[in-house]
Nanobody, 120 residues
Framework: QVQLVESGGGLVQASGTLRLSCAASGSIFRFDAMGWYRQAPGKQRELVAYITNGGRTNYADSVKGRFTISRDNVKNTVYLQMNSLQPEETAVYYC??????????????WGQGTQVTVSS
């Protein structure tokens, strides 16, 4: 059974930073890729970033240059460093794991989500 547990969410002021963590049960190498999504109230869930086993990364245009996804294969953990956060990025952030068929990422597993609130 796959378990993904997010942590690191919270309340931050505009232009602030947060680092989210996603700890997986077992080796993350069993997944082609892992990623982060977010869902704001009343909006669809959207991809924020993903990282493949080979280290290839992809970001939503809106976060390029501000967010960084990384992975620690020893700790079986994926991180999302978020800088210069804006109020419109308030959302529940979800960790995911799944398949990668270039050039797309297909999540199969989800964490429970962690709330990120950015105050103006």
């Amino acid at each position: 059974q796959v378990q993904l547990v997010e942590s690191g969410g919270g309340l931050v002021q505009a232009s602030g930073t947060l680092r989210l963590s996603c700890a997986a049960s077992g080796s993350i190498f069993r997944f082609d890729a892992m990623g982060w999504y977010r869902q704001a109230p009343g909006k669809q869930r959207e991809l924020v970033a993903y990282i493949t086993n080979g280290g290839r990364t992809n970001y939503a245009d809106s976060v390029k240059g501000r967010f960084t996804i990384s992975r620690d294969n020893v700790k079986n953990t994926v991180y999302l460093q978020m800088n210069s956060l804006q109020p419109e990025e308030t959302a529940v952030y979800y960790c995911s794991a799944g398949n990668y068929r270039r050039p797309a990422y297909y999540p199969n597993y989800w964490g429970q989500g962690t709330q990120v609130t950015v105050s103006s």
